[in-house]
């Protein structure tokens, strides 16, 4: 079965360096060590380790808060100012909604729990001396698999300071003797300041991908319906691995396109960015080929200072007659969503279903927090997919959909395999198709 391969970070290098005595051993190579953690190596080691890639002295990737020193975790929290940190800390990492750290992170062991736990119940003063960090370092994967490939632009980007949001393209050419195939990929996000999300694509028309340039590049985010959708990034998404019978085909002339979406809401003058990808490839070309679709809509449309929902059914075709295998689902909207689900509708009989049952589900939705999830299910011709967005409209102005961020989206994005091969087919088709009803 399918699994996301485990995310290491570089922050788990930092351990407490506490010898018996309470006295620090000392961090060669590395800066002055800082000791205004005052907490227990117990607590300081669970932080560090699955908490402070985002929860750092300056939070990232959309994280509320620092989860650092003590009085971090007994500052008021910033969702409930009644509640200490430290209570929200114990409710998100038990939590079965939204659960932290975010998928496809992993949770909390027992022991890591109970060390949490024990710490909130007398909050006692520790001498953990660790090095602080003031930036997350980037993910830093681990496939368990050599790459052999690295997708990067050939010149840095320079985001201008006066914008604040940008889509921007690169294209790269891959040459090689023999078809190839992809088996896993690692993003390597460069500077999370300005980084929003990242797309990844393979454009085989030569003319199409030859409307790209190999240096980064500003683009038009539609485009890529007419392209084939690989993965996507988005903050703490790590390596993805294939599983041993599913590969992504490289032809011998391949042409890939990173899309990359910056947001500079602080206009900060000089921000560069030169993220890529890692590929492990493979010439033992395996049976079956992944593809990413998208179920959902275009239909949006939100009333100034109102509410919407969309709610879409798309039955699978007959020319998915082998089955969509998903592997992984990725749900996509912009800030005013409030809730998103995936779910899909069995079909028992010419006209009769089973109860809809979840494939993914985000409510309520949190615009800063886009993951893939592994998922493992089989959908069949016949059966239907449902897919529902809700929004909420705080402006005086309609909401449509389109690919700025004050537009909205409505897509659940899904790694599948085999991939379907008709000849009208893009990724967008699903959503293109889908039958609608709409309501506030
Ligand atoms: C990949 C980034 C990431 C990691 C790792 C992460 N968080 Fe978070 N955390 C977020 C984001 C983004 C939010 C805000 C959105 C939300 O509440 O889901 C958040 C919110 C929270 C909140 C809610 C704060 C409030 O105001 O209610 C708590 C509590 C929390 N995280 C605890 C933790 C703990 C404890 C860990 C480690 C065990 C952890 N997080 C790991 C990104 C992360």
Redo the contacts with the bound molecule.
Sequence with gaps: MFRFAAVL?ALAALSCAQTKDGASAPVTGLPAEVDDRALPCAVTD??DK??????ERK???????A?VTRDDLLAP????PT?R?ID??L???HGAL?P???AP?E??SDA?NAA?QSWAAATPEGACKTQLVDAPSPVSGSLDCTPDLTIAPATPYEMPATTTNQYVCYRVDVDSAEPRQVIGMEPLPDNHSILHHVLLFRVDDEAEAAKVSTTPARCDAMRSTFWTFMYGWG??TGPMKLPPNVGINQPTKAHYVVQLHYNNAQHVGGQRDATGFKFCTTNQLRPFEADVLAFGTEEIRVPAKGTYSVSCDWTIPDTAADGIHILAMNPHMHGGGTAIETSFLRQTGETTFDEPKTLAKIDPW?Y??QQWGPVSEVLHPGDVVRHRCAYKNDTSRTVNFGENTEDEMCFGFTLYYPRIKAAYWNWAYPSLQSICTTGR
């Design positions: 970070f669970v932080l699955k908490c402070r890639t985002c929860h939070p990232a990737f959309g994280a509320p808060m989860l929290l910033p969702s409930d509640k940190a929200g800390v409710a998100r990492v939204k932290m750290p975010p992170l949770l909390l890591e949490l903050p703490g949190n800063q927090d």
